[in-house]
């Protein structure tokens, strides 16, 4: 049984969702819990308040919703969450002929018409009864009165009331009914008499025997009586049904991404697994500084984003999960935020490397996946669409020691530069890298034997960019993207930094800087868990063939560097744009048998070339 439910949408600032009427047996207090109940829990931005406004007119529940969201599609929503709808259950077991059954609605009915025939069965054989008896006495009266001389002469003649019912008995042929009906009229009853009277009654007994004797013989005629009676019942009793009975199979078609208000929020992600989403006042009124964080984590990401959109994350063992904003937790910029199992699943040791903001999944757009052991593939953003909210889903096959380390997003003519944690760079077109499905492993991505990848930067036709690199010994590296020489996969490697035996560097940070940027900072964590902040634009830029060396410039510490802020995060939206390649690809794509089985890897015979 559903509540009465119909929108208000005049007022300018609000729409209404209003109730009248609620379901039979429902509590009204309850009822308004309800409703609060599953907008806090399903995070509907779009419902204000609920409100209860019973008053002297009726009753009267008013839920405002925000101007812009589908009020259809909400109260769709709340219906199939049972907000407005409840089920009247009753349990079928009775007894039937003396033992207890449960029955189904029909055989209910047929027990109802089994009680009813006996009713009217037993009701008819009773008036029957009476009917023949009456008859019986009336048949009597109408022959005492065809002699009532001889009747009134016998009784006044008997010596007392048995010796007249006596004698009617064995001289006038009475029967004792008769004879003790007789004698008990008086005397001026018995002489008054009107033989037509009786006659009348006598044709109203017959009549009523034979229709009792009919009804009794006929079941059609038993049936006929019920549906009567059922229908004398409805004309007295029935009126207008004031509750609405619907079908229990009513499908409630629900967008709900629909029921989301797109409000401008602040998300930010770290490398342990701690999420959140700020609301923009929170944001402003910290002046721009960076929010809170557990001592020793890391961020992977902070950045403006819409409530409507997807946060996918990407973990170290080859995981991908999907959040939908909205149902982030909401906190405030300075507070740590939640862990991701609270919403989510994440191993543990298990980190979170990048991220990526997504409003559509749009095709053409694909994400590159690279591993720190340098296994690197292509896999389509639409593969990424899933409805398992919050669940780890393999995004690439990783084994042994590897481990994923970055991703980013490919516009289809994307160049992609992938820098090894030694200095060693491979700068070439993203058709070099093939599509494979979400768990299979990659190809290889550089051509060098001792892989250790640092990251992985897209870079558009014609882009021009500083790169930033910052090693485990406090170096820093500026360099132009000018210099890159863009090669095939594995072509010639180029060194982007040089190193000193006596003095090793092993990158940690690559990242790319705008090259009229002033104030560029990024923070680093020293191994003593101890951040501070670079200004990295203050770093002049070098040439690729200049030697790397550590320096106390920008940090007197004696701790090396473990780990670096990462907060850019790309986003995939209806204005993100779609390249054709203008590079042919050196292989061609893999077949659909090829990718139907995820267990195995695909190599080229150039992924055991070594240029050294």
Known sequence: MYAKVSTNTSDKSLNQIIIEEIPYGKDKSEFVNNIDRVRFASKLDAILEVRDETGMEGLRIAIDVKKDADLDNLVNFLYSKNCFSTTVKFNMLVIDHFRPKVCSLLEVVDCYIEHQIDVITRRSQFDLDKSNKRLHIVNGLVKAVSILDQVVALIRSSKDKQDAKNRLVSELSFSEEQAEAILMLQLYRLTNLDISVLMNEKATLENTIKDLEELLASPTKMNNLIKSDLNDIKKKYGDERRTAIEDSETDFKVDKLALISKDEVMVSVTRDGYIKRTQMRSYNSSNGSLPGIKTGDAFRAITKAYTTDFLITFTSFGNYLVFPVY?????????????????????????????ILVSKFKEGIRIGLITKKGQIKRVPLKDFETQKYSKPIKCIKVGGDDELVDAIVLHGNTNILVVNADGYSSFYNESEVNEFGLKAGGIKAISTKNNNVVGVLPFEDDERCNIVLISEGKAIRNV?????????????????????????????????????????????????????????????????????????????????????????????????????????????????????????????????????
Not at 329 to 354: P, S, T
Not at 497 to 518: H, L, N, W
Request: glycine share 4%; net charge negative; proline share 4%.
């Open 327 to 355: 149902q982030l937790n909401d906190n405030k910029w300075k507070d740590e935020g939640g862990h991701i199992n609270e919403i989510g699943q994440l191993n543990a040791n298990e980190k979170i490397v990048q991220t």
């Open 480 to 612: 132009d993207s000018s210099h890159l020489i863009k090669t095939g996969r594995l072509g010639a490697k180029q060194q982007i930094f040089k190193t000193f035996k006596s003095d090793p560097q092993t990158a940690i940070y690559v990242g790319k800087m705008d090259k009229k940027a002033e104030n560029y900072k990024i923070s680093v964590i020293l191994e003593n868990l101890s951040v501070v902040e670079l200004n990295v634009s203050e770093v002049k830029p070098q040439p690729f063939e200049s030697y790397l060396k550590s320096t106390n410039e920008f940090v007197d510490s004696p701790f090396k560097f473990i780990d670096s802020y990462k907060t850019h995060v790309d986003r995939v939206d209806e204005n993100t744009k779609v390249e054709v390649s203008k590079v042919a690809s050196s292989k061609p794509a893999p077949s659909i048998e090829e990718e139907k089985d995820d267990d195995f890897e695909q190599l080229s015979l150039f992924d055991f070339v070594d240029d050294d």
